[in-house]
């Protein structure tokens, strides 16, 4: 019997008005998953725990009440972190451990709140964007995300303070870009939030109700926008962490500044990181047998390629070294179950990811890596990718699992 790949316990808030349906995942082994299907009463509120440990719990108890078919959302007077035991943190409903959701410190968490609010990034402000979109989801769908989207101005303030603190080179200067791409971003939002009074003065339904979708598309911008930005401050962190020079460079060789860079052997790499927030259509290199999936790492990764392919191209004009994060979608998963299996997970890091891309490189090839991060460990693999068709896509990685891994689900009644 092979062991767990994490424990998880589950604790649901029910809010006695409604019914509802919902999915709990109870992860038996490390090679097969349970899925329970439940009815309850409207679920508003979750806590997981990782052992004895808390992983996130997300409580909208507190600031959301329904009342005959009416939902009625409370606001906090003050939009802040606050430290919990010295190991989490809590932001409005949402209370994490950020050791195991994104590899991060309560402390440095806060503090990176406190340094980019004084350095003019409006987070309390997009916090309250963010978490009206998140209710008003959870209100309409009566579902709940397994990782609420404030999670993402967490770890934008953890990893800002980590690289402020190691003193990587080009920090500040990320951090302005970045206030004035959410600035913008916010602009562009209160606009349309100004044209909806407007639309309230003449009693338009038809019109209040266009600003009402276009305000709710530009905070989904917004959403992806801080998603992506922490997604390149994570790689940059880990690469610090792996002892690489990074730093964030206001110059290019592409024509356009770099996502950061690493001076490798007196060379400048530029790397661009590019986050996916669709899921990839799987077919080829999943082979059903019964209720298992039968899943080739060759063919899932020229798949992920293949599908990915636009994004690689653009991406390569613009970059040495191509990073994709798919941490947000299913495949992500997979790829950590990979590196859960493999004879020799060290192949599946991102260092040795990095290190063959810059052999590639050296090659006069620009290579291409598949990155996620689940939680606080990461999984990486480096291809290069010759053109668009499957048969001429070249992989360099099978060296490290010897077969398929089996992924068995088991559907509750």
Not at 5 to 11: E, I, R
Not at 84 to 100: A, G
């Amino acid at each position: 019997m092979n062991s767990p790949l994490c424990s998880v316990s589950f604790v649901a808030y029910i809010n006695n008005s409604t019914l509802t349906k919902f999915l709990i995942v109870e992860f038996t082994t490390g090679k097969k998953f349970k899925v329970e299907t439940y009815y309850l009463l409207l679920m508003i509120g979750y806590k997981i725990k990782k052992g004895n440990e808390l992983y996130i719990e997300m409580n909208l108890w507190e600031y959301v009440k329904i009342i005959n078919n009416t939902a009625e959302v409370y606001f906090p007077e003050i939009i802040q972190p606050k430290l919990i035991s010295n190991s989490y943190v809590k932001l409005w409903y949402t209370t994490i451990n950020p050791r195991l959701v994104y590899n991060g410190t309560a402390h440095q968490t806060i503090n990176g709140w406190n340094y980019l609010t004084s350095e003019g990034l409006p987070l309390e402000y997009s916090t309250t964007l963010l978490a009206m979109d998140e209710i008003l989801r959870c209100v309409y769908t009566r579902t709940l995300p397994i990782i609420s989207q404030l999670v993402y101005i967490l770890e934008l303030s953890d990893f800002t303070y980590y690289l402020k603190r190691k003193e990587v080179e080009g920090t500040r200067d990320k951090v302005n870009e970045i206030t004035r791409k959410i600035r913008g971003y916010l602009r562009q939002i209160n606009k349309r939030r100004s044209k909806l009074k407007q639309a309230d003065k003449i009693k338009s339904k038809e019109v209040r109700q266009s600003i009402q979708k276009e305000i709710l598309i530009r905070i989904s911008s917004l959403k992806k926008e801080l998603a992506s930005i922490a997604s390149e401050l994570k790689v940059a962190k880990e690469l610090n962490d792996l002892g690489f020079h990074v730093s964030f460079s206001s110059k290019s060789l592409h024509g356009q500044k770099p996502d950061l860079c690493l001076n490798w052997n007196g060379r400048i790499i530029e790397v661009e990181v590019s986050k996916r927030y669709e899921p990839i259509i799987m077919s080829q290199f999943l082979f059903k047998k019964g209720k298992e999936c039968i899943v080739s790492l060759n063919a899932f990764l020229k798949e992920i390629s293949q599908n990915l392919w636009s994004k690689i191209e653009e991406k390569r004009r613009q970059g040495d070294v191509i990073i994709i994060d798919i941490s947000s979608i299913p495949e992500g998963f997979i790829l950590s179950c990979w590196k859960e299996f493999a004879k020799d997970p060290s192949k599946l890091d991102l260092n040795y990811a990095i290190n063959q891309a810059l052999s590639i490189l050296q090659l006069g090839e620009k290579p291409t890596i598949i990155y996620s991060s689940v939680g606080n460990t990461s999984a990486a693999v480096c291809i290069t990718c010759k053109n668009t068709t499957l048969e001429n896509i070249r992989i360099r990685f099978h060296e490290f699992i010897s077969s398929p891994i089996k992924l068995k689900s088991i559907l509750g009644k």
